[in-house]
């Protein structure tokens, strides 16, 4: 049965320095590659594949919306719920992220 299951993935002083505000960045854990973003809504986690045509989303833009925009056809996902803003595509599966003491965790059902 699938259980949720948290991960450090990164230090909160590599946290801050490898994903500061505006940037995103592609995390693995075993096969599953995940975008973690950061921005004013803190830090999110999406699938990292673009389920367009299967972009990696850690290559691409962050809106003033919080979407993740592909860098290659320009799809928006929106990064708390993963929706695509035109609904063009299935929804990002959306992943648990917590900013701790001891560093940024991710949760991942698996
Ligand atoms: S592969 Fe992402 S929009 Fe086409």
Known sequence: ????????VLGPEEAAK???KGKLQLVKIGKQRICIAHTELGYT????ICPHLGESLSKGTINFL???ICPWHGYRFNLKDGRECQ???PD??????EMREDGLFL???R
């Open 1 to 8: 049965m699938p259980q949720l299951k948290w991960y450090r």
């Open 18 to 20: 490898q994903i500061p």
């Open 45 to 48: 986690a999406v699938s990292d």
């Open 66 to 68: 919080y979407e993740v």
């Open 87 to 89: 609904q063009r595509t």
């Open 92 to 97: 990002l599966e959306v992943h648990k992220v």
């Open 107 to 109: 949760g991942v059902i």
